[in-house]
């Protein structure tokens, strides 16, 4: 029976045949050595050398193949094919080079590779914690809907702030005008503002109203209610941010650096062939 989770698709179908790879690739790399030892272009080399080819071919082709089937069982099959080989084909690589490294050509295809297939783990776990965490933390609500109500907070704050002494004062309209929501890839990375203006002023005013005369603390009152709402609201638009820039960052590394794998695999290929 086919179950949900990509890891155990089918009873665990292509954790075994990874498996299975990775077996037979340490078989024959001990039994057959060589009387030149292992390296890439010894005769076990270029067998593991021309499954591993044929392997990054395949899982390039999943990128495409994964557009043209929508069905969640097929897509599902894939992308647990697309780790567990994946994963098997950095063992087979390895294997395939012999452990030999060094600054050519071999050596940026094999580094190339590690990075697509981390990245490529890395992509998995986002889509599959991310989402569900979007949602914990949005609920119906939308992020445009969050901005205008921050805009409603911002505008209700600073009216009441003018009511107040001018220190009250100025530290709300700079946590309004000082606060940003996602400027710059790197904060919507990370999901938070370094000293965000937002979390002090909510910090300050908790101290701020002592002094204060009967009226003028039950405005206190509101407006730190108003603050520390907002605050919540701004926290709940940078995690929304975060997760939809975690979600789609990783394939400016994922697919640049597929792309530059097979170009390095192609002239690695050549040079083998050619020059070696």
Known sequence: MQRGNIFDYKNY?????????????????????PAVGHYGGSWIGYGLGTISALMVLWMAWYGVRKRRYRSAGTTQGWLSAHIYLGTALTVIVTLHSGFHFGFNIH??????????????FFGNYAYMIYPRQMTENMGEDSLDGLLLRIAEANKLARQIALLMPDDINNIVTHACQATHIGVGILEQLRGFQPNCPSALAVQKL???????????????????????????????ARQDLMYRSRLGFWLYFHVP??????????????AVFFYW
């Open 13 to 33: 179908l292509y954790f075994k045949l990874a498996v299975v790879m990775i077996l037979i690739a340490f078989a024959a790399f001990m039994v057959f050595e």
């Open 107 to 120: 050596t940026l295809a094999y580094g190339l590779l590690l990075v697509v297939v981390v990245s490529g």
């Open 206 to 236: 908790t101290t701020m109203g002592n002094h204060l005369s009967t009226e003028q603390r039950k405005l206190h009152r509101e407006l730190y209610s108003i603050m520390v709402r907002r605050q919540s609201l701004v926290k709940r």
């Open 257 to 270: 650096f597929a792309i530059a794998l097979l170009v390095a695999m192609t002239a690695h290929i050549i």
